[in-house]
């Protein structure tokens, strides 16, 4: 299978002419997108389904107090008087979360009417195999059920694997840590192969897996909290393999099928092009964080993916210089036109790319819009000069379970009440909306 390109339908592939032709550079009034280009939004089941039995779960019950304690020094004081949910230990609890496991057919409406032909979510491990070796057929049938709903609406499933949260068996193992999750993910990923044929086209293997290991095994903020430069190292080796196993895998059972990963990519710049220290640092941070584990993982991957969330001016010993004129509630400079660069250095592999996550935490839904078209701008800027991308997925659906932060930010296009579960379709959904009708930015 190494190597192996699959041909997409036509659908997918064909170009719209005018949307190349309309501009050269990004003050377009009016951007069109090829024909068969897909526009939806992603979630990730332990962010919004609920009442999961996970590695995250415990570690959160453990970590809740201590979250309270810290988020007085790691948060701003803007940012500690507009979320002072912050201090309250349940917001840092995932619980019952958005209710999604009960309510997916009403958020899939809510897709149909947001104009979305695609839709990015993940398969929990831990509800199929809560043991290893016993999978629910229970489970198996919901998430057959789950993928039906989307298919019934005309809406593209995009399906993650592993989306950082393990059943518990395999993180009392060591979870990546160990060489069985090699083995023992590519046995998931070939049943899932198996029991949704014909239903599923697009398969994720492995969310952010640079992610996992930055958060998890070198600032140590995630479980497991092992902060070890040589067993990130490791992550990193096992993670790509598994990745490999499961691409493998899952074209045993389909040939059909498209695969990938789930890849965040930072962009960096150097604060001082003219030293030989700046660039320095800009090379070794793309290494780690943009091409290693892609590097690892060539020849198994039928297109690439795309999320970004992060731009930073580098400084030899200071990794963050940014101006910060325009950020989000968590701070995150808001930076749309680095993703324009990302995919101009994806675009030398040579393989379709969709965009499988880009937002930000907005409660007040006042930069989104904004933040959406200028994106998208930058997207069109890319495809124009020759760029294959196929697809864009904005993070997120709905507000969720925002990991060790918790719910108090707010990514959703939709906003949720997690008091009544009540669903309330944001301002800048609606613009979204008219984007994914018409193919069309308007600008």
């Known amino acids: 299978m190494k190597n192996k390109k699959l041909k997409l339908s036509n659908e997918l592939v064909q170009k719209n002419a005018d949307g190349f032709n309309e501009s050269n550079n990004p003050e377009s009034k009016k951007l069109i997108f090829p024909s068969g280009f897909l526009w939806g939004a992603s979630t990730a089941a332990h962010q919004v389904e609920g009442n999961m039995k996970n590695n995250w779960t415990k570690w959160e019950k453990e970590n809740a107090e201590r979250l309270v304690k810290e988020a007085k020094t790691k948060w701003q004081p803007w940012q500690q008087k507009k979320f002072p949910e912050m201090f309250e230990p349940k917001n840092y609890i995932s619980g019952q979360a958005c209710d999604q496991y009960h309510r997916y057919e009403e958020d899939f ?56 949260t393990n059943p518990q068996w395999i993180e009392e193992m060591g979870g990546p840590t160990n060489k069985k999750f090699i083995f023992y993910f590519a046995r998931f990923a070939e049943l899932m192969a198996r029991e949704f044929f014909g239903l599923v086209n697009f398969w994720l293997t492995i969310n952010e897996p640079t992610s996992v290991i930055s958060a998890s095994y070198i600032s140590g903020i995630w479980p497991p909290q ?49 030293s030989i220290l700046d660039r320095l640092t800009v090379k070794i941070g793309n290494y780690f964080a943009n091409r290693k584990f892609l590097n690892m993982t060539d020849g198994y991957n039928d297109f690439l993916t795309l999320q970004y969330y992060f731009h930073f001016d580098v400084a030899f010993l200071a990794t963050n210089n940014n101006k910060n004129e325009v950020v989000s509630d968590l701070g995150w400079e808001v930076y749309p036109e680095g993703i324009y660069h990302l995919l101009k250095n994806l675009g030398k592999y040579n393989l379709p790319i969709y965009i499988t996550e880009n937002g930000l935490a907005d409660a007040e839904d006042e930069k989104r819009e904004k933040f959406i078209k200028d994106s998208l701008l930058w997207t069109h800027r890319a495809i124009n000069e020759g760029i294959d991308v196929r697809g864009y997925f904005y993070w997120s659906l709905i507000d969720n379970f925002e990991w060790d932060k918790g719910f108090w930010p707010r990514f959703g296009l939709v906003e949720i009440n997690y008091k009544t579960q009540e669903r309330k379709i944001r301002s800048s959904a609606l613009e979204y909306a008219k984007i994914c009708q018409e193919n069309t930015v308007k600008i």
């Open 109 to 164: 409406d809510i897709v149909k009417k947001l104009n979305h032909n695609a839709h990015r979510f993940s398969i929990e491990w831990s509800r199929i195999e809560p043991e290893e070796g016993r999978f629910d057929e229970k489970e198996i049938k919901h998430y057959r059920k789950v993928i039906q709903a989307l298919r019934a609406r005309g809406i593209e499933p995009f399906v993650t694997l592993w989306h950082w």
């Open 226 to 274: 092992k902060r070890n430069p040589l067993i990130a190292l490791k992550v990193y080796k096992i993670l790509s393999q598994a990745h490999n196993q499961a691409y493998e895998t899952i074209h045993s059972v389909s040939q059909n099928v498209q695969v990938g990963f789930a890849n965040v990519l930072v962009y960096l710049n150097p604060v001082n092009k003219s």
